[in-house]
Structures are given as C-alpha cells and as structure tokens.
Nanobody
Framework: QQQLVESGGGLVQAGRSLRLACAASDGTFKWYPMGWFRQAPGKEREFVAHISWNGGYAYIADSVKGRFTISRDDAKNTVDLQMDSLKPEDTAVYFC???????????????????WGQGTQVTVSS
C-alpha cells in the first residue's frame, strides 16, 4: 500500500514562500497522477493542484494560480508544491494524494484519489 509523507510546512509571514514536499514509499508512484489539497479549520477540503502521471500536464486552482506551482521528480518519488506570495487565507493543513487512474491526468475531486498523506500545517501570518 502506498504511503505518502508531506513535509515543509510551517509558520511564515504573508508575502513569503514555502515549498512543500510529498514523498511516496512505493515506486509505482511514477505511474499515477498526484494532487495537493488543503483544509482550513471549519472548512471543507479544497483542491489546490494536480499533475499528470508523466508531469506533462498540471492544473492549478484559480485561488492560487500564479502563486503556486506543482512539480514531480519520479527518480526521487516526490511531488512538490512551491508556494509563493503566501496570503493569510492560504493557512490550512495541506495534503498530498495519489490518483487512482494509472497513466491519468489527475482530477480536482478528492474522490478520485486513493492514497493520502497525513498532512502538513501551513500558517501564514499577516
């Protein structure tokens, strides 16, 4: 069973950057799309970004477009989320997830992801 572990969260001032990393335990990672989601207190889980199995396609949510970038390194079994120009409203627990469709493009729907990490807290102060 795939295990995903996020890292890189923390407390940062508005306008600064953070880079989140998600490490997969199983090498089959390279065949599946990956996604990042976030959940703020009292709110539903929200899609942030996804990337296709081969890294050739990526989709970023409108709320973070132009500030966040998703990338993957199949040699290291990792998928990263670069977050620039952070805002207080970006405060949330961030989760990475592996899509269920082999050779897939990815999805904005949480139901299309099979494996999830435990999450990493990102707090942006104003």
């Amino acid at each position: 069973q795939q295990q995903l572990v996020e890292s890189g969260g923390g407390l940062v001032q508005a306008g600064r950057s953070l880079r989140l990393a998600c490490a997969a335990s199983d090498g089959t990672f390279k065949w599946y799309p990956m996604g990042w989601f976030r959940q703020a207190p009292g709110k539903e889980r929200e899609f942030v970004a996804h990337i296709s199995w081969n890294g050739g396609y990526a989709y970023i949510a409108d709320s973070v477009k132009g500030r966040f970038t998703i990338s993957r390194d199949d040699a290291k079994n990792t998928v990263d989320l670069q977050m620039d120009s952070l805002k207080p409203e970006d405060t949330a627990v961030y989760f990475c997830a592996q899509g269920h469709q082999i050779y897939g493009l990815g999805s904005t729907r949480a139901m299309d992801y099979v494996y999830w990490g435990q999450g990493t807290q990102v707090t942006v102060s104003s």
